[in-house]
């Protein structure tokens, strides 16, 4: 397989790669702090830990140019 032909959801440069990485870990951070003051053990809770996990994730699927 090239890499042509590789499946790429986002490709940023490593500039904006690193503010979007920040920004996404951030608000995954804060999310999950959402969550547990709303309850650890609720389903508002784990829901918001579970986006704020997603969301500390999502640059696990850009790369960088």
């Given amino acids: 397989m090239?890499?042509?032909s590789t499946f790429r959801l986002a490709e940023l440069s490593p500039r904006?790669?690193?503010w979007a990485d920040r920004?996404?870990?951030l608000a995954g951070v804060g999310l999950i702090a959402v969550g547990l003051d709303a309850g650890g053990g609720t389903p508002a809770?784990?829901?918001f830990a579970a986006l704020g996990v997603a969301l500390?994730?999502?640059t696990v699927l850009i790369e960088k140019q």
Avoid: C, D, M, Q
């Fill in 45 to 47: 809770g784990v829901a």
């Fill in 56 to 58: 500390g994730l999502a």
């Fill in 2 to 4: 090239t890499e042509s």
């Fill in 16 to 18: 904006r790669y690193r």
């Fill in 23 to 25: 920004a996404t870990k």
